[in-house]
């Protein structure tokens, strides 16, 4: 149980290009979503934790209107990279909390290169 | 503020050996939570062991044991009879109060683990 299906697993676009990456709870109902940013042989940085039906919170020296948020129902998130530079090119994870032992499960992450 | 701390970026364990993984944090709240999590080259966070702040006792996952002392605020993780499948990153990280900080997961640095055979 408590799975979270994150696609796409890798995507290669273009410079100055959006793109959007969705969590999807797929048997629990996903109140809060957290998005973390991860270079290459580094920690995971929390960008945001969104909730349902409320606009995202995001830590501190993130770009709210580079990275859009949206978590309009209680099974999707998405995290939109719009105007996309090589220096966005990372992997991003999700994770959801969920009402278990440990609760919270992670998305397997999108590997995003911008070229 | 809380801080997670991982001071060994990369360890190296004999295959069949045990190791253990530094984890020291900070936090002013009473109750918070420790995970560890494993993380391959496919990027991929598999959960390992969690320990409470409540919780007296060490927990322990088959080859996965959390040394857990509160007065030195430190997690350690504890990997017996290492195998070669272990070799990847692993992640210590703290849960913080639901009610300060939203329950929220922040990470420490990791350690990249390699076993040789």
């Known amino acids: 149980g408590a799975v979270v299906s994150q696609h796409p697993s890798w995507v290669i676009c273009k410079s100055g290009t959006s793109v959007k990456i969705e969590c999807r709870s797929l048997d629990f109902q996903a109140t809060t979503m957290f998005w973390y940013r991860q270079f290459p042989k580094q920690s995971l940085m929390l960008m945001a934790t969104s909730n349902e039906g409320s606009k995202a919170t995001y830590e501190q020296g993130v770009e709210k209107d580079k990275f859009l948020i949206n978590h309009a129902s209680l099974t999707l998130s998405t995290l939109t990279v719009t105007s996309a530079h090589p220096e966005d090119s990372s992997f991003y994870i999700c994770?959801?909390?969920?009402?278990?032992?440990?609760?919270?499960?992670f998305g397997s992450g999108t590997r995003l290169t911008v070229v | 503020a809380q801080k997670i701390t991982q001071t060994q970026p990369g360890m190296f364990v004999q295959e069949k050996e045990a190791v253990t993984l530094d984890c020291t944090y900070d936090?002013?709240?009473?109750?918070?939570?420790l995970f560890w999590y494993k993380q391959p080259s496919s990027g991929e966070m598999i959960f390992l062991i969690y320990q409470g702040s409540y919780d007296e006792q060490n927990a322990t996952e088959g080859r996965y044991s959390l040394n857990f002392q509160k007065a030195r605020k430190s997690a350690n993780l504890v990997i017996s009879a290492s195998q070669l499948g272990d070799s990847a990153m692993y992640f210590c990280a703290m849960r913080g109060s639901l009610h300060n900080q939203g329950g929220k997961l922040i990470f420490g640095q990791g350690t990249e683990l390699s076993v040789k055979p």
């Open positions: 994770s959801a909390k969920y009402v278990g032992q440990y609760g919270y499960t």
């Open positions: 936090t002013s709240d009473q109750s918070y939570g």
